[in-house]
């Protein structure tokens, strides 16, 4: 069993940036399929970024593309979302995810996990 505990949120001006933290424990993500969703206000999860930690494919949304880069350290126990160029519209709260069984299908087109967290809150002011 894997828990997950975001970290690193908070309150920027438009245009800084912030690094996101997932520490894992329980166990590592080493061979998982990870990734970043965010949740806006009465909206559904929206998928943000994932890395496979078997082979290292990574995977953007289309508008994070160019200013957010996902990665995980050495050890494979910390997901990180290096987010640069903040924008208002970035503003949501910021769970990281894992799927077990490395299902990377799943989790990015479907958003299904096996393991998720609390979530972090992120709010960009213009």
């Known amino acids: 069993e894997v828990q997950l505990v975001e970290s690193g949120g908070g309150l920027v001006q438009a245009g800084g940036s912030l690094r996101l933290s997932c520490v894992a424990s329980g166990s590592t993500l080493s061979g998982l399929a990870a990734g970043w969703f965010r949740r806006f206000p009465g909206q559904e999860l929206e998928r943000v970024a994932a890395?496979?930690?078997?082979?290292?494919?990574?995977y953007l949304a289309d508008s994070v593309r160019g200013r957010f880069t996902i990665s995980a350290d050495s050890d494979k126990r910390t997901l990180y979302l290096q987010m640069d160029r903040l924008k208002p519209e970035d503003t949501a709260v910021y769970h990281c995810?894992?799927?077990?069984?490395?299902?990377?299908?799943?989790?990015?087109?479907?958003?299904?996990?096996?393991?998720w967290g609390r979530g972090t809150q992120v709010t960009v002011a213009s």
């Open positions: 995810a894992a799927n077990r069984r490395g299902y990377m299908n799943d989790l990015w087109k479907n958003s299904r996990a096996d393991y």
């Open positions: 890395l496979h930690l078997r082979d290292g494919a990574t």
